[in-house]
């Protein structure tokens, strides 16, 4: 596959500590092992890595087929800081960068695995694979048709814009991550496929786009994950917003990263870091907001001594961190880890903010965990922590119609019942309007869900047919049948 070649060409065009001049990763992988500079590892190496040689020939060839459909990324620090390879395959971190069998169906995975086996010529292998990728909904809430805007000049590359309130950006340069999440609902950005991705090359499109809407309060900067920019990029793009009033409506930045996790070092000692660090001191000096919002799936991700300075020069630029994850099997589907992680996050200043469903993309067969268990999670996690953890919210189920707090489980007139309310909605009229779905106990997404008390339909149904000019919403293609 292409893939991670091309992946790995523009992370390391993109990112401060790419490989020293005219040194290849492909070729002579030990020197990159130094773990100071960033170096991704993708699925070429995976022979060469050493912790994986204890795995049987059979496991790490399953590796190779997966990492074909699903993007793979790791780098140095992943492998030997925050991995316990005495745990694996338990590990969570593990778990959550290295691909695993389970990761696709066994139809697919078989289609597959015998191309490889017989080494077909790369015409069929590519073929399959683009077959699998389309039918795992490499874009789940219709992003790439329903919220790309629009403007008199045409349509806005680059730009999601689903909230009144918040614009989303993503960069091209920070279309990859330092490593990749085998769960990530943007895998399809980093399979190397144009049809999949969503990036905007020039800034000019960012700010004219925010010029002529002062409705909107709130950008996130995301990817991929932005921190692989180098610093002087990420100025492009922030600098204006403080340097010109035609931005003053623009109050909260948000950056979202999970660069804490995999590559602290960002913000420590990468060639730019400090000038990263001045960047958003500056913003925050000039009256707005900053929010770093940090991706952690489980306390193991943030107990290095690397991390946890990141984590304090981050803080001491005025930014504000927040926390947010899905519930994944196979990684944090207990609330001791929920409980644990809140707390740490509390004590290094973090604020933890969300807690997600697994959204219904990529790998979802292999993390997803019903909405029940993922509201008891939740629920028993919450109560086990002090006032100042439970800013957090969810569980949430970022959906076609917005995001989906699920409230609980009740028995109402004598019926099992979903709690629902909207946290977000295409319609601001919709948050906080709490709903019911009959209880499922296999649901584990909206599209499982059906209105409870015998009603044909949620109540904002009628109107988000309207709203995407009768587009098929794939949350209720199931549930209208
Ligand atoms: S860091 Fe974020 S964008 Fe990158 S793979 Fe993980 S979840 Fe996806």
Same mark, same amino acid.
């Given at each position: 596959m292409t893939s991670d070649h091309e992946a790995s060409a523009r992370h390391d065009d993109a990112h401060a500590g790419g490989s020293p001049a005219g040194h290849s990763p492909a070729t002579s992988l030990t020197a990159d092992f130094s773990g100071e500079r960033f170096s991704p590892i993708t699925a070429r190496h995976l022979d060469e890595i050493p912790q994986l040689q204890k795995l049987s020939g059979e496991d790490r060839f399953a590796m190779k087929v997966v990492s074909s459909v699903l993007p793979f990324r790791s780098n140095r620090y992943v492998m030997d800081s925050l991995i316990d390879w005495d745990n694996v395959p338990r590990d969570p971190v593990y778990q959550i960068t290295f691909p695993q069998r389970g990761m696709l169906d066994d139809a697919d995975f078989d289609r597959v695995a015998d191309l490889m086996k017989r080494d077909a010529p790369a015409k069929d292998v590519n073929a399959a694979v683009a077959d699998i990728r389309d039918r795992l909904?490499?874009?789940?809430?219709?992003q790439r048709e329903l919220n790309i805007p629009q403007t008199e000049q045409g349509t806005v590359e680059g730009l999601q814009h689903k909230y009144r309130e918040t614009v989303l950006f993503f960069p091209s340069q920070g279309q990859t991550c330092h490593a990749y999440c085998s769960f990530c609902f943007r895998w399809a950005q980093f399979v190397g496929d144009k049809t999949y991705k969503i990036a905007a090359n020039e800034a000019s499109g960012l700010h004219d786009y925010l010029a002529g809407h002062p409705d909107v309060s709130d950008l996130l900067i995301t990817g991929g994950d932005p921190m692989v920019m180098k610093t002087r990029v990420m100025e492009r793009y922030l600098q204006p917003l403080i340097d010109d009033p035609r931005f003053d409506h623009i109050r909260n930045i948000r950056i979202g990263t999970k660069a804490l996790t995999?590559?602290? !070092? !960002?913000?420590?000692?990468?060639?730019d870091a400090a000038d990263m660090l001045r960047l958003l001191e500056r913003v925050v000096a000039s009256g707005k907001s900053v929010a770093i919002m940090a991706h952690f799936n489980h306390w193991q991700e943030f107990g290095t001594d690397v991390g946890r300075e990141a984590i304090r020069l981050l803080r001491a630029t005025g930014a504000v961190i927040r926390s947010q994850a899905p519930a994944l099997a196979h990684v944090n589907d207990s609330p001791e880890i929920w409980e644990r992680m809140w707390r740490e996050q509390v004590a290094l200043g973090i604020i933890p903010y969300y807690m997600f469903v697994e959204r219904d993309t990529g790998a979802k067969c292999y993390f997803e965990v019903p909405l029940d268990k993922v509201w008891s999670i939740f629920n028993r996690a919450m109560r086990s922590v002090s006032g100042l953890a439970r800013t957090v919210r969810g569980p949430s189920m970022s959906a076609t119609p917005g995001k989906i707090e699920v409230l609980g489980v009740q028995e109402v007139h004598g019926e099992k019942v979903f709690v629902l309310r909207f946290l977000q909605g295409r319609n601001p009229e919709w948050v906080g309007r709490p709903f019911f779905a009959a209880f499922n106990p296999e649901a584990t997404w909206l599209n499982h869900l059906r209105p409870a008390f015998g009603e044909e339909k949620f109540f904002f149904e009628d109107e988000l047919a309207e709203m995407t000019g009768g587009a098929s919403i794939p949350e209720f293609s199931v549930a209208a049948e």
């Open positions: 909904n490499p874009h789940p809430a219709g995999f590559w602290p !070092r !960002r913000f420590v000692t990468d060639g």
